[in-house]
């Protein structure tokens, strides 16, 4: 019986695994093995071995630290800033008011439209001759002229996370008014009528309860800010002082047309991703093994 | 509301509208930043060239960069392959990982664990990593430059969530039906489609929405593998769409455009709301 019923589940399991051997395992191997070749992507079947020497190339290109850097900024201070402001946003509309189911849905509006609209929108809004953004700096008498917010080196990466916060926080606020819901009201209650500040019912009981789907939410978003690439591409084309690792690897491999090298570059890639994403789930578990 | 601390009657009830207040000020601001932008969007659509750098709020319905983005042949076709792309690719998907979640939410078998957990890796891979491999892969096809090219690579991006997904909603479902139907030998094939199939329509409908959002909004994929204009579709239409002259940014048609392709989804998202905030948690908090 056992075995029958494991039989069955391989024959509908197989049409899974068939599509994500051919749309994910099979690429990513490719992949790595690319990374070892001299290939073009102009003729990718006329290539010899070179051993490590793209994997020397991509970590000796000081623009690929840029990236690298770029991205760790970006990374660390958008999910700082999103968990943060989402937690804020999830403990508000955990409250009950009027219209709340109204509300939750419409904070869906950023994280629904694609990221492309939303970088033009702000792009717009950021515009340092006809953007709002600046006419009401200068109205209100912060600035004297316009800042070219999405042009000057030394904002962009600012304005990219500002958007990124934007778009991003909607998807932290329900999966942390998720765990909120979990939450027993009961708790509460017992926690108010013995007289426990406010404050301190957030610090010991909401946040310690909240805590593993903050914690997931941030592997998530964390994982989901290192792979960025459209923002960044859409707001600020080439500039090497928003180049995330995925546009410089896909840089490498589409603009150059340079297979080895890309690929070698998309592999150091998926190292650090897996370095972060393993660092990140043993900080959590290590979390739920004290409490 | 039972402080320990002894207010007047007077005084507490203050306290209390003072809380209130503070909490409408606060959904209003939070409501504000979430969709003061697009609004924004909407107004400036509407402007006309002169008006558009005038800062009035409220729109000037002048619909000539609708009226001209209609008749661009170029994003009317990005439309069209976004659309036929975006539903062809969660079709698929929906149907591979019902089948899947069947398996992975039902059955008993040893490895079903590891396999959730492999999906679930898969669906945090960066799209980069598999580039160059999946270029080679569309070559071979012959996709390349075709919609089918998408198609068949965003099977990575919504495979492992639909299937993440309906696997919990399968698990939710009650057993008592199943088992009735299996004790009368239904085969398992049959009571996904006769059994669950008609009580999953609200998971299912929400489900290929998130997947079809997913699908429509793709960028990275889409620039690679698509090189010719009449097959590009929407957020590679926008990021690439110009003015006549390089002096010419053509942001109040950027914003029409920008209006256009997302109005349907949000109202898509408004209506079925409840569900995509169960299916985007579902897992998150479970798992």
Partial sequence: ????????????????????????????????????????????????????????????????????????????????????????VALLLHRAFAGRGLVRAAILVPWAMPMVVSAKIWEWMFNDQFGLINKALIWLGFLDK??????????????????????????????????????????YEAAEVSGVPAWKRLWSITLPLAAPAIGVAVLFRTLDALRMFDLSYVIAANSENAMTMSIYARDQLIGFQDLGVGSAASTWVFLIVGLVAILIVSVLRLDRNTT | MTGPKRYSNQAYRRLRAVKRFGLYAGVAIVLAYMLFPYYWAIISSTKSRASLYSFSLLPSLDFSNYISLFNNPIFMGAIVNSAIVAFSSSLISLIISLLAAYALGRLHFPVSRIILICVLMISVFPQVVVLSGMFEVIGWLDFYNRPAALIFSYLLL????????????????????EEAALIDGCSRIRILTHVLLPLMGPAIASTGLLAFILAWNEFLFALTFILTDENRTVPVAIGLLTGSSRYEYPFGQIMAASVTVTLPLLILVLIFQRKIVAGLTAGAVKG
């Fill in chain 1, 1 to 88: 019986m056992q075995n029958r019923e494991t039989r069955i589940a391989w024959y509908f399991l197989l049409p899974l695994l068939v599509a994500l051997a051919a749309v994910a395992l099979w690429p990513l191997g490719r992949n790595i093995y690319f990374s070892f070749t001299n290939a073009f992507l102009d003729n990718p079947t006329d290539y010899s071995f070179v051993g490590l020497e793209n994997f020397a190339t991509v970590i000796e290109d000081p623009v690929f630290w840029g990236a690298v850097k770029n991205t760790m900024i970006f990374t660390l201070v958008s999910v700082t800033l999103e968990t943060l402001l989402g937690l804020a």
């Fill in chain 1, 146 to 187: 316009g800042i070219a917010w999405t042009a000057d080196p030394s904002l962009i990466l600012g304005t990219i996370i500002f958007i990124d916060v934007w778009v991003t926080t909607p998807f932290m606020v329900l999966l942390i008014l998720a765990g909120l819901q979990l939450i027993p009201e009961e708790i």
């Fill in chain 2, 158 to 177: 919504i495979l492992p969530f639909t299937t993440w997904v309906l696997t919990s909603f399968i698990r939710d479902l009650p057993t008592e039906l």
